[in-house]
């Protein structure tokens, strides 16, 4: 194809990665200069509540990181990524015309809003007389092709995965040998966005759990693939083991696409064979994934909206005091707190413990699911539009494939199973870290004299559990059964 001298301009969205990366590919490969952009927008009519909300503090820290690490990837080859703010459609079509540009190209991103802005974008471009290219996107499959006999999306997840274990997800592209670089016009400076916190300079933990961005993404597959992998159907559930692949962030921004998960995934068992059962729970949950994001492309207000409507008459309570305890992981039981502070103090949680907190709230504190997910949604490194509301809507019973109503997780028996000898408590719950075993999911059954060989005060230095688990158990259950009925 012979190389046009216009410049190709390629829009960089949540899929921050020079590998498998379709739009990039597609311009590296007609030779011509290439323009790269990312675009912070937070300002096209499109994005307007409810479908749409503004990233949360953890995700905002990523989202700077993974930009630094794509601006070092893109120098290496000599390409500068261009970055600017407001609405995308005006800013890209703007840049377009300034330069003269050849093709805009951009990989889809299958959500409501994100399409309006992309339609917008085609229209602007037109409209001026200049192609665009817009290539399969972030997910294994478009929801288009994944619909039953009514043309609506699968709302059961097994059926939904077997559709999509069916369409064998195309080979990931390599990353382009070369990017012939263009003129670049004047952008924002990144640090000018403001994205990372000052202060309070409260990202410290962040910066200690994580190293966002490709080349750490691809590294983290590996190391998983090359061994931490084996037992993930068993270990997946232990929140005091290392036994998850700790990509979610990572998938969030694209800094890799879930088909190169996948093929990794699948060449890790075909090379051995006893790593089989891993491998496939392994692909189950990143079809979680693509069920939450399937599920979001129906339902845009996902965050907002009771997918069963009984659950509109849901009675709620409100008691900011508990909520405010649940949150600063001040509740009393020992699992639920040292998830909640483990989500401060890193960005993210085990997803075992996810379901108890989450179960905590809905059942034992009778407090709104869109409580919990908002909070989850400001503090989770790996905070997704899909992820975050269909799995808060799953534990809350009024989801798509829900845990039944009456499934109420008993905290300290779920700490007891999946955390056995409490070096996930202690970890997260250094007041506890001298209680014995048997008491570290129940410290309010030790006696005086226990409680303070192990330096604990109950009330002073841990908190007494701030309900009573069989009572906040049989006022849940009432509660769903008068909202059933
Ligand atoms: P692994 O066990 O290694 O799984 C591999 C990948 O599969 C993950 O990276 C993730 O992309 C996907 N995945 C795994 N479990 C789920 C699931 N239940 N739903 C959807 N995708 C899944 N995940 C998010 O990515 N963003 C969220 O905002 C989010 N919010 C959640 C809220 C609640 C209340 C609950 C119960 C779960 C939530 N999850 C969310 C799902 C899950 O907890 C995380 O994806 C998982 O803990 C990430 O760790 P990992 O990458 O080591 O997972």
């Known amino acids: 194809m012979a190389a046009s001298s216009r410049p190709c301009i390629v829009w960089f969205r949540d899929d921050l990665r020079l590998s498998d990366h379709p739009a990039l590919h597609f311009v590296a490969t007609r030779g011509a200069p ?3 952009v990312y675009v912070l927008d937070e300002e096209s009519d499109a994005l307007h509540a409810p479908a749409w909300r503004p990233l949360g503090g953890a995700a905002r820290w990523w989202l700077a990181r993974s930009l630094r690490a794509l601006q070092s990837e893109l120098a290496k080859r000599g390409v500068t990524l261009l970055l600017r703010k407001g609405p995308a459609a005006k800013a890209i079509s703007r840049l377009a015309e300034d330069i003269g540009a050849d093709t805009v190209a951009w990989n889809d991103i299958a959500m ?9 974008l085609v229209a ?16 294994l499959v478009a929801p288009e092709q994944v619909r039953n006999k ?28 070369t990017l012939p670089a263009s003129e670049v016009p004047d952008g924002d400076r ?6 990372e916190p000052t202060h309070p300079d409260w990202a410290g933990g962040l910066r200690g759990n994580w190293t966002p961005g490709e080349v750490s993404a691809q590294a983290t597959l590996a190391d998983f ?34 088909r190169q998960v996948w093929h990794a995934a699948r060449f890790a068992a075909d090379n051995n064979p006893a790593l ?13 994934r693509e069920f939450c994001r399937h599920l979001l492309y129906d339902v845009p207000d996902l965050a907002t909206r009771n997918l069963q409507p009984a659950f509109d008459a849901f009675p709620w309570r409100s008691d900011e005091e508990s909520l405010r305890a649940w949150q600063l992981g001040q509740t009393g039981y020992p699992i639920v707190d040292a998830g909640m502070r483990q989500l401060w103090h890193t960005g993210t949680m085990h997803n075992r413990v996810r379901m108890v907190v989450a179960s905590f709230l809905v059942k034992h504190l009778l407090l709104d699911w869109r409580e919990g997910e908002a909070w989850f949604w400001d503090t989770l490194v790996d905070a997704d539009a899909g992820s975050n509301p269909a799995n808060w809507q799953w534990v809350a019973g009024s989801g798509a494939d829900a845990a039944p109503y009456f499934r109420i997780f008993n905290p300290i028996l779920q700490g007891e199973k999946f955390d056995p000898d409490g070096s996930y408590v202690r970890r997260w ?13 129940k410290p309010w059954t030790a006696t005086p004299v226990e409680l303070a060989s192990a330096g604990v005060r109950l009330d002073q230095t841990y908190p007494a559990p701030i309900v009573d688990h069989g009572q906040a158990r049989k006022r849940a259950l009432a509660a769903y059964a008068r909202t059933r009925a």
Do not use: M, N
């Not at 059962?277 to 979680?288: I, P, Q």
């Open 190 to 195: 990144l640090d000018d966005w403001l994205l």
């Open 34 to 36: 290439i323009v790269c």
């Open 112 to 120: 409501a809003p994100h399409r309006r802005i992309s339609d917008d």
């Open 429 to 441: 719950v250094p007041e506890l870290v001298h209680l014995p075993a048997k008491f570290i999911h």
């Open 225 to 258: 693939l090359d061994g931490r992998i084996q037992g993930y159907a068993d270990k997946r559930d232990r929140p005091d083991t290392d036994g998850t692949s700790r990509l979610s962030p990572h998938l969030r921004f694209g800094e890799i696409s879930p």
């Open 276 to 288: 089989a059962g891993d491998v496939e729970k392994f692909l189950s949950e990143l079809g979680w």
């Open 150 to 177: 009514d043309g609506r999306g699968l709302r059961v997840f097994t059926p939904f995965w077997k559709r999509v274990l069916a369409t064998k997800p195309d080979k990931p592209l390599p990353a382009p040998d």
């Open 124 to 139: 602007a471009l037109d409209h001026l007389g200049i192609p665009s290219r817009i290539f399969p996107g972030d997910l």
